[in-house]
Structure formats: structure tokens, C-alpha cells
């Protein structure tokens, strides 16, 4: 089945490490995104990908980094830079030419310790 | 700037209809989406308004006004399962730069 898979669920870090999350998508989607959510908000988008090789920062994109070095994978790493990192990340991905409309993943949960 | 505002809660009875409204200030975009998300799970998409009017899926609808700078989704016939978190998001260029607005938590009563 097509879809976009987020690793790991969970994670727990100590402040001061970087942490990379993993987004992978098998939908042949050409743009992929990632968002962050803290409790009882909106989601706000860090970085976003139109193409391989390319990518956008958002509205958030301090103390985060990404690749697009292949189209099916669009890892972040949140660095020791971000000041609050604890939060529920998002990673999603479009369809060229279908306006508006992302698919998520299950989303990563990471918490800094 | 951009910028969405919705309602944070909402309650509704099962079987009814409820509006949640979401009004925006922004110097351009290309249409209005709206995502459902269930506690703790990912943001399903459940409409796209990219011209002025109403768009009609099932028991759900979406408006859009530019002249108005205000958006809705509508849900008929209520229903417990639809419990959950509603946010409405801008589309700002067509590779999808999306800006979502807070979200607006709805609560279905028997």
C-alpha cells in the first residue's frame, strides 16, 4: 500500500543532541513538507520540497535542517540550536498539479529531556 | 502577513449542523483546505476551495468569499465520530506552501 511513513514514533533525547527523523513516501508525490505541533495548536511549517535537491524554509525553520537528496525521502534534523524542540512533528507530501491537498504521516513525537 | 482565525471549541449535538468559520488576513492565495485530526493522529484532507462559492462532499461542505476574506466548513447530520480537531489552511503557491490557522476542537454530545 502507498503511504508515508514517519520513524521513529517516539523519541527521547537529551538537550544538546541533534536527532534526525526519518520521513519516507512511496506515493511518488513530488512535494514533501514537515510541520511541527505543540499541544492544542496549529501546525507550522518548518521546511518544505518541491523537488529533489530543493527545498524552502517555512515559518519555524530555526535550529531544524533537511535533504531532498532522493524524491522518496525528506529527513529533518532537529539540532541542539532549536530552543524547545519537544513537540509532535509531521512530515507530508503532494501530488503535483493537486492544489491543497497533503498526505501525512502518523507523525514522530520527540521529547527532550 | 499571513494570518487564520478560527474558534478554538465548538459543541454540537448529535444529528445537527455545525459551521466552523475561518477568516484570514493575507496579501494573496491561491484557495482555502480544510484537514480533520483525531486526537494524536495525522490531519486527514477533507476539502480545497481554490474559487469563491461552495463545494459539496457528503456530508461536509467548504465556502469560500475573497471579497469577505472568510472561509466555512459545514457538517450536516453529526455525528460522534466526528469529534475531533478542524483546521483550515492557505495555499499559497501551487508547489504548496500551506499555512494552517490554530484549529478549532468540536465536540459532538449525544
Known amino acids: 500500500d502507498g503511504g508515508i511513513t514517519q520513524s521513529p514514533k517516539y523519541l527521547f533525547r537529551k538537550e544538546g543532541q541533534n536527532v534526525t527523523l526519518s520521513c519516507e513516501q512511496n506515493?511518488?508525490?513530488?512535494?514533501m513538507y514537515w510541520y511541527r505541533q505543540d499541544p492544542g495548536q496549529g501546525l507550522r511549517l518548518i521546511y518544505y520540497?518541491?523537488?529533489?535537491?530543493?527545498?524552502q524554509k517555512g515559518d519555524i525553520a530555526e535550529g531544524y535542517s533537511v535533504s531532498r537528496e532522493k524524491k522518496e525521502s525528506f529527513p529533518l534534523t532537529v539540532t541542539s540550536a532549536q530552543k524547545n524542540p519537544t513537540a509532535f512533528y509531521l512530515c507530508a507530501s503532494s501530488p503535483q498539479g493537486v492544489p491543497g491537498e497533503l498526505f501525512f504521516g502518523e507523525g514522530s513525537r520527540l521529547t527532550v529531556l | 502577513g499571513q494570518s487564520l482565525e478560527q474558534p478554538s471549541e465548538v459543541t454540537a449535538v448529535e444529528g445537527a449542523i455545525v459551521q466552523i468559520n475561518c477568516t484570514y488576513q493575507?496579501?494573496?492565495?491561491?484557495?482555502l483546505s480544510w484537514y480533520q485530526q483525531h486526537d494524536g493522529g495525522a490531519p486527514t484532507f477533507l476539502s480545497y476551495?481554490?474559487?469563491?462559492g461552495l463545494e459539496e462532499t457528503g456530508r461536509f461542505s467548504s465556502f469560500l468569499s475573497r471579497s469577505d476574506s472568510y472561509g466555512y466548513l459545514l457538517l450536516q447530520e453529526l455525528q460522534m465520530k466526528d469529534s475531533a480537531s478542524y483546521f483550515c489552511?492557505?495555499?499559497?503557491?501551487?508547489?504548496?506552501?500551506?499555512?494552517f490557522g490554530q484549529g478549532t476542537e468540536l465536540s459532538v454530545k449525544p
Open positions: 489552511a492557505l495555499l499559497y503557491n501551487q508547489g504548496g506552501k500551506l499555512i
Open positions: 506515493l511518488n508525490h513530488d512535494a
Open positions: 520540497s518541491q523537488i529533489v535537491n530543493d527545498f
Open positions: 476551495n481554490g474559487l469563491d
Open positions: 493575507t496579501s494573496g492565495f491561491y484557495g
